[in-house]
């Protein structure tokens, strides 16, 4: 832990601190249908066609009914337009490589993916998507996605701020207003900034290099109608490699371990279907092309995280310089901060919006220290061998950006529900790939994604203090108003909802063969993958333990179904939350109202978050990552 990783660290979180007050004073003009801003002149003109072609009255509220028919319908056009251009890109303009049309699974996937603000990819973006399909098909939603999550959160905040309200805004005004005011004009000048880094922003056929040494390399084998061909082999485990006394045998007093079959309790072989591979002569690269810029400025300050390419910000276009790395952390967690001081002012109650951000940051660098510790530490099992690795663990690793930056970012794009990743989190070490899941566990409440990270915060406030009444023996009460067992149910119904997508999609994937079959490593690093997928998934975040293998129909499907389970069974609640909120009545605070600011306030509310958004996936990480950190340390591997 070097210090100049403690010095980007504070820099980190003094560019952070800076912009979260003038992100949430813009976003007071921006969530106001009155409140002017300085692209009024520009953009007016444009706000009032659209509503008019919409037919959409931007004085006219919405109650928390109406308000989320509207985002629901919205979303639904939204993975239909996108689920169309992703199987239709082989007969529309822009596709110069010649690109096909996503199977049926695959395409359900990505547009479910990207209309949820998840962008999970289960496949290769230069390899699969025409330019049309980047641009329309991926980047809108990203838009729209970010401005959806940002809508819900306003509308959550005008539910504690109001009171004898019935209406919560208007859904359609916050949509187009996010994204005429806020996404698109930040955007502009960031993919400006991304160009100047050296980022690509082009139309142009991919570039073909001819390589001065070839090689050869496995890929899978394919049939006639291009599907990938699948073969039954027994499941090998490792054991003890036994002398002719029987005895294990070692090497420097570690266990020498051999690969036999795994016995069922029949005493017969474990088969599982896997991918049959094949050689492959590669004489050329290609590099890849097209406009990426645009694409990269949304992805981070939208928390879409969906990359351009595969590898995405650990590739050298998507993530060209320190400077562009470094601002594409911050971007990530701009909006989601500022989104904290909106809250404060619009509860006029600054105190509180600095607690719930103050909240946040304690747990977005407890995380930061655990994993950087952890992949600086390096792999337990070079230690026990002897080996000394001065830089720690730098397999998967960028070395342009080493592990402090990784680390960071890891932490930071999983505090929020991004998924964009510069380092492979397959690769950790076990207590620092901990980290990455347990973020996305939490709800990714850390900051979150834009909009998302705040009203699923505010859940664990309302929580928080209705634990604290029930501690002092009175009605709880929150900024005024009485807590009761609506929003109580509510609130655990929303945070119900992802312990129940995450654990069931995950016992039923490691129960299955099709999940089995996935699996790129055995024992608990195997589990692992499964188990960070589906937590990935229904977290919107769309990073992933890379090694396992998901496009396929059944991890396709089920992978979707816990994206939208995620998103649009948590939000209901929610809103509904909200509506019953904005219509109870404010009472004056008396000797026993429990601050919702200050130290103690900040306790109550980590406290809440570890304990209730933690502990239902205390098993599963026992079983994940912790098992697999004490199988390390005693020479296993995976």
């Given amino acids: 832990m070097q210090t100049s990783g403690w010095l980007q660290l504070g820099l980190y979180v003094i560019a952070l601190t800076a912009i979260t007050k003038p992100m949430g004073?813009?976003?007071?003009?921006?969530?106001?249908?009155?409140?002017?801003?300085?692209?009024?002149?520009?953009?007016?003109?444009?706000?009032?066609?659209?509503?008019?072609?919409?037919?959409?009255?931007?004085?006219?509220?919405?109650?928390?009914?109406?308000?989320?028919?509207?985002?629901?319908?919205?979303?639904?056009?939204?993975?239909?337009?996108?689920?169309?251009?992703?199987?239709?890109?082989?007969?529309?303009?822009?596709?110069?490589?010649?690109?096909?049309?996503?199977?049926?699974?695959?395409?359900?996937?990505?547009?479910?993916?990207?209309?949820?603000?998840?962008?999970?990819?289960?496949?290769?973006?230069?390899?699969?998507?025409?330019?049309?399909?980047?641009?329309?098909?991926?980047?809108?939603?990203?838009?729209?996605?970010?401005?959806?999550?940002?809508?819900?959160?306003?509308?959550?905040?005008?539910?504690?701020?109001?009171?004898?309200?019935?209406?919560?805004?208007?859904?359609?005004?916050?949509?187009?207003?996010?994204?005429?005011?806020?996404?698109?004009?930040?955007?502009?000048?960031?993919?400006?900034?991304?160009?100047?880094?050296?980022?690509?922003?082009?139309?142009?056929?991919?570039?073909?290099?001819?390589?001065?040494?070839?090689?050869t390399t496995q890929v899978p084998k394919t049939d006639d109608k291009g599907q990938q061909v699948m073969t039954n082999i027994a499941v090998m485990v490792q054991a003890p490699k036994l002398d002719t006394k029987g005895q294990p045998m070692m090497t420097n007093g570690v266990a020498v371990v051999v690969d036999v079959p795994q016995l069922d309790a029949k005493g017969q072989p474990m088969m599982t279907n896997v991918v049959v591979m094949v050689d492959q002569k590669v004489e050329e690269q290609t590099i890849v092309q097209g406009p990426m810029a645009s694409q990269v400025a949304i992805k981070m300050l939208g928390t879409n995280g969906g990359g351009y390419a595969n590898a995405n910000a650990a590739h050298p276009f998507e993530n060209p310089t320190p400077l562009s790395n470094f601002l594409q952390m911050l971007s990530i967690f701009a909006i989601g901060s500022g989104l904290t001081y909106y809250l404060g002012r619009m509860t006029k109650n600054q105190a509180h919006g600095w607690s719930v951000w103050a909240a946040m940051m304690v747990l977005f660098l407890a995380g930061v220290l655990i994993c950087w510790y952890a992949e600086s530490a390096g792999n337990p099992i070079h230690h026990q061998l002897g080996v000394v690795v001065a830089d720690g663990n730098m397999e998967g690793k960028e070395v342009r950006f080493g592990i402090f930056n990784s680390a960071l970012f890891a932490t930071i794009t999983t505090d929020a529900s991004c998924g964009a990743v510069n380092a492979m989190h397959d690769s950790f070490t076990a207590l620092g790939g901990l980290v990455p899941i347990f973020n996305i566990q939490l709800g990714e409440v850390v900051v979150g994604g834009v909009g998302a990270g705040l009203y699923g915060m505010l859940v664990f406030v309302v929580l928080a203090v209705f634990i604290a009444g029930l501690m002092v023996g009175r009605t709880p009460e929150y900024l005024g108003k009485k807590i009761q067992s609506y929003e109580v149910k509510m609130a655990m119904l929303s945070l119900l909802v992802l312990a129940i997508s995450i654990l069931g999609f995950t016992a039923w994937a490691a129960v299955s063969d099709w999940g089995l079959a996935g699996l790129n490593?055995?024992?608990?690093?195997?589990?692992?993958?499964?188990?960070?997928?589906?937590?990935?998934?229904?977290?919107?975040?769309?990073?992933?333990?890379?090694?396992?293998?998901?496009?396929?129909?059944?991890?396709?499907?089920?992978?979707?179904?816990?994206?939208?389970?995620?998103?649009?069974?948590?939000?209901?609640?929610?809103?509904?939350?909200?509506?019953?909120?904005?219509?109870?009545?404010?009472?004056p605070p008396s000797a026993g109202t429990f601050p919702v600011s200050g130290f103690t306030f900040v306790v109550l509310l980590l406290g809440t978050v570890l304990l209730i958004g933690a502990l239902n996936f205390l098993p599963g990480l026992a079983l994940g990552p912790i098992v697999e950190h004490f199988l390390t340390a005693q020479g296993k591997l995976f």
Avoid at 29 to 35: E, P, S, T, Y
Avoid at 129 to 145: D, I, K
Avoid at 562 to 573: E, Q
Wanted: glycine fraction near 8%; aromatic fraction near 12%; include cysteine.
């Fill in 25 to 215: 004073l813009y976003l007071m003009q921006v969530l106001d249908i009155n409140g002017k801003t300085w692209l009024d002149p520009l953009l007016r003109p444009l706000e009032r066609l659209t509503f008019r072609v919409m037919g959409v009255d931007p004085q006219k509220e919405h109650n928390w009914k109406q308000y989320t028919w509207a985002m629901l319908l919205f979303s639904l056009v939204s993975c239909l337009f996108t689920y169309a251009i992703l199987r239709l890109q082989q007969i529309l303009p822009l596709n110069p490589q010649g690109f096909g049309p996503m199977s049926e699974h695959l395409a359900f996937n990505t547009a479910v993916s990207f209309t949820t603000n998840t962008n999970w990819q289960s496949y290769v973006g230069e390899s699969t998507l025409s330019y049309l399909a980047q641009m329309v098909g991926l980047t809108l939603p990203n838009f729209t996605s970010a401005a959806t999550g940002i809508a819900i959160a306003a509308a959550l905040v005008r539910g504690i701020a109001r009171h004898g309200a019935k209406t919560l805004g208007n859904f359609w005004v916050d949509l187009v207003r996010t994204t005429y005011y806020l996404l698109l004009p930040i955007c502009v000048v960031f993919a400006i900034f991304l160009v100047s880094q050296g980022m690509i922003q082009n139309f142009k056929p991919y570039t073909k290099a001819k390589l001065t040494e070839s090689f």
């Fill in 521 to 587: 490593n055995a024992g608990a690093h195997g589990f692992s993958e499964i188990f960070y997928a589906y937590s990935s998934a229904t977290g919107n975040n769309g990073s992933a333990f890379a090694g396992l293998t998901a496009n396929t129909p059944w991890y396709n499907t089920t992978l979707a179904l816990a994206m939208l389970i995620g998103r649009f069974l948590m939000i209901i609640p929610i809103m509904g939350m909200a509506g019953s909120l904005a219509l109870k009545k404010v009472s």
